[in-house]
């Protein structure tokens, strides 16, 4: 086995073996017209497609339809960071073709395991205040994907990516999670990780605001590469 894939062994779990984080394109647009026009040029660049929590909210169910329509054999997230009626909500992503959906950290551990009985894997987006403590319960109850989140807001009050962060990925990739990363995502901001096995790096404007799209994501994949291969 090759240093890199044995370095990155904790991929290989369940029905995927990545040897590197994946990319993941966040759609929050705020129209379903815009966000097909853009998923179009970028789809075939990235490994994940996520219908953002923006488009969620304004265009849900046509929307997840639509990139499973357009990307069959992609892995098509739907971004709901639900916060109650898990079982309610995952099963409507899983009819309109997501495969995964995310829960905010907050809700309820009910919420959370009816929502991972509909969809094939939840994963849970941290966001505010929680603990390792209850992390610990969702592995427990068999969830194992957390989304580390910079929130937007956050970043737009001058908040920047940190050690502090660095720390808290570490310990959450330590303690079994597989971990995505996502929160004003630049190019620059990838080599931050270069130490961690992240799990998927997710980029929204730092792709779809790009003036060729296309070559943004593959900016991406080529310092994923660099770093992780
Ligand atoms: C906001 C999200 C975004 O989809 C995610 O953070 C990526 O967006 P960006 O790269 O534009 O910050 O989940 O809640």
């Given at each position: 086995?090759?240093?890199?894939q044995?370095?990155h062994?904790?991929?290989?779990?369940?029905?995927?073996?990545?040897?590197?984080?994946?990319?993941?394109v966040a759609?929050?647009?705020?129209?379903?017209?815009?966000a097909?026009?853009?998923?179009?040029?970028?789809?075939?660049?990235?490994?994940?497609?996520?219908v953002?929590t923006?488009?969620?909210?304004?265009?849900?169910?046509?929307?997840?339809?639509?990139m499973r329509?357009?990307?069959p054999?992609k892995?098509v997230?739907?971004?709901t960071?639900?916060?109650?009626?898990g079982?309610?909500v995952?099963g409507n992503?899983?009819?309109?073709?997501?495969?995964?959906?995310?829960?905010?950290?907050c809700?309820t551990?009910?919420?959370?395991?009816?929502?991972?009985?509909?969809?094939?894997?939840?994963?849970?987006?941290?966001y505010g205040?929680?603990?390792?403590e209850?992390?610990q319960?969702?592995?427990?109850?068999?969830?194992?994907?957390?989304?580390y989140?910079?929130?937007r807001?956050?970043?737009?009050a001058?908040?920047?990516w940190?050690?502090?962060?660095?720390e808290?990925?570490?310990r959450?990739i330590?303690?079994g999670f597989r971990v995505s990363?996502t929160?004003?995502?630049t190019?620059?901001?990838?080599?931050?990780?270069?130490?961690l096995?992240?799990?998927?790096?997710?980029?929204?404007?730092?792709?779809?605001e790009?003036?060729?799209?296309?070559?943004?994501a593959?900016a991406?994949?080529e310092?994923?590469?660099?770093?992780?291969?």
């Amino acid at each position: 086995m090759a240093a890199g894939q044995r370095r990155h062994s904790f991929l290989e779990k369940r029905d995927y073996q990545v040897s590197r984080p994946n990319l993941q394109v966040a759609l929050d647009h705020s129209d379903l017209p815009s966000a097909i026009a853009d998923v179009v040029k970028v789809g075939a660049e990235v490994d994940i497609i996520e219908v953002g929590t923006i488009l969620c909210l304004q265009a849900g169910e046509v929307a997840i339809q639509s990139m499973r329509a357009l990307f069959p054999d992609k892995r098509v997230i739907a971004d709901t960071k639900c916060a109650d009626a898990g079982g309610t909500v995952a099963g409507n992503c899983r009819r309109a073709g997501a495969d995964w959906m995310t829960v905010i950290c907050c809700a309820t551990l009910p919420t959370m395991i009816a929502a991972a009985k509909e969809v094939k894997e939840v994963q849970v987006e941290l966001y505010g205040d929680w603990t390792f403590e209850q992390a610990q319960t969702w592995l427990e109850v068999g969830i194992s994907q957390v989304i580390y989140h910079q929130s937007r807001d956050a970043l737009f009050a001058g908040e920047s990516w940190g050690e502090k962060d660095l720390e808290k990925v570490k310990r959450l990739i330590e303690m079994g999670f597989r971990v995505s990363v996502t929160g004003g995502l630049t190019i620059e901001t990838l080599k931050l990780f270069s130490d961690l096995e992240v799990f998927t790096f997710i980029a929204g404007r730092g792709i779809t605001e790009a003036k060729d799209l296309a070559l943004a994501a593959r900016a991406f994949q080529e310092e994923i590469k660099r770093i992780w291969e």
